[in-house]
């Protein structure tokens, strides 16, 4: 490529980008949404509802200005898309409550507030429920930069397309990966390096389910690795340490591996002992 290519290329595209939304601002939209939930996210102490609301119309009209600016929305749209969004927040609020109670069965938890100051897991569970709503109105890239903004922070990837019931807690958290067609249910627990992926990276299956279904109540420990969107893992069970799964198990299952190369499975049926995995 000749320099003059090259400057060429540049100009296409800082221009094919002038709708592309700046991740810097909206990381700091995301942080200001995040102080108006919790004040330890926030230099702002709220001394009446009065000046809550006050914040949350600058943070509306914030918004408003993305989906106008980027997303070339009209002013009509623009305001009726970002009050759909600020009308979901009692919810994401009720959601976000239920995951800090999750985390407060952990016997390591001292306070609930400081699983909102100190817990990755809380936080990545955060961005995701902020960024799900987001995507399930039909915005693009910002509830991706919101996710990967927390990615970044506490090195728990979890894809906004993602379905995540209610009290889901992630303990230690670092290297958990939860893919985009994920489902999961309510009070499932898992640990660091855990990953829900997919068995397919094909292109042709964009449009599939490609992760697997975590079922209520399910217990997850670290780095076992869970693929596939046939997948089911049933209520009730528990997948230990480093185990590989790409085929279900039924409720009230514990898999773990009970000597090298060796996985055992033991259901209140059966139990399976699974070679060479």
């Not at 000597?259 to 995995?277: C, Q, R």
Request: glycine share 6%.
């Amino acid at each position: 490529m000749n320099v003059e290519n090259y400057y060429q290329q540049l100009l296409i595209e800082h221009q094919e980008c002038s709708s592309c939304p700046s991740p810097v601002e909206i990381v700091q939209f995301y942080k200001k949404l995040t102080g108006l939930f919790f004040q330890d996210f926030s230099t702002i102490k709220f001394s009446s509802v009065e000046q809550i609301k006050v914040y949350e119309s600058r943070l509306k009209s914030d918004f408003s200005s993305f989906l106008v600016n980027y997303c070339k929305n009209s002013n009509e749209q623009a305001q009726g898309q970002t009050q759909k969004f600020f009308d979901e927040f009692p919810q994401i609020l009720h959601l976000l409550n239920k995951d800090i109670e999750a985390a407060f069965q952990d016997p390591a938890a001292k306070s609930k507030r400081e699983i909102i100051r100190s817990y990755p897991g809380f936080y990545a569970i955060m961005a995701y429920r902020i960024a799900n709503t987001l995507l399930r109105q039909g915005i693009e890239d910002i509830p991706r930069i919101i996710t990967e903004y927390a990615h970044s922070k506490t090195g728990i990837d979890i894809h906004p397309g993602a379905t995540i019931g209610e009290y889901f807690f992630i303990d230690h958290g670092t290297g958990v990966v939860i893919g985009e067609t994920t489902h999961i249910g309510n009070h499932v627990k898992i640990y660091q390096g855990v990953t829900l992926g997919a068995l397919s990276v094909d292109k042709v299956d964009a449009t599939v389910k490609r992760h697997p279904t975590i079922e209520d109540h399910v217990v997850i420990y670290a780095s076992a690795t869970i693929l596939g969107g046939k997948t089911v893992i049933g209520q009730n069970s528990v997948v230990g340490g480093n185990v590989w799964l790409t085929r279900s198990i039924p409720p009230f299952t514990k898999v773990y591996y009970k000597a090298a190369m060796n996985l055992e499975i033991e259901s209140e049926f059966d139990t399976y002992v699974f070679k060479d995995m």
